[in-house]
């Protein structure tokens, strides 16, 4: 996933337990560009348009 990142990405992580932890320490060991991390959030279960309503509502909101 990191690999097929644009190289200058920003990046809101939201998923279960320690696997967006995890995802953020693997990005930050990648030393991927300069990618740079805007929020982490749990989450649940959720289907694919429940994903896809998060990360709109938060990039119309990070936009303001």
């Known amino acids: 996933i990191i ?11 939201l998923g279960p ?7 953020r320490a ?4 990648s030393n991927h560009g300069s990618t ?4 982490i959030e749990p989450a ?8 896809k309503a998060q990360v709109r509502e938060f990039f119309e ?3 303001d």
Do not use: H, R
């Open 61 to 63: 909101s990070y936009q």
């Open 26 to 29: 693997e990005l930050i060991q």
């Open 3 to 13: 690999a097929s990142l644009p190289y200058d990405s920003q990046c809101y992580i």
């Open 36 to 39: 740079s991390i805007l929020a």
């Open 17 to 23: 337990g320690q696997t967006k932890e995890e995802f």
């Open 44 to 51: 649940d279960k959720m289907t694919d348009n429940q994903v």
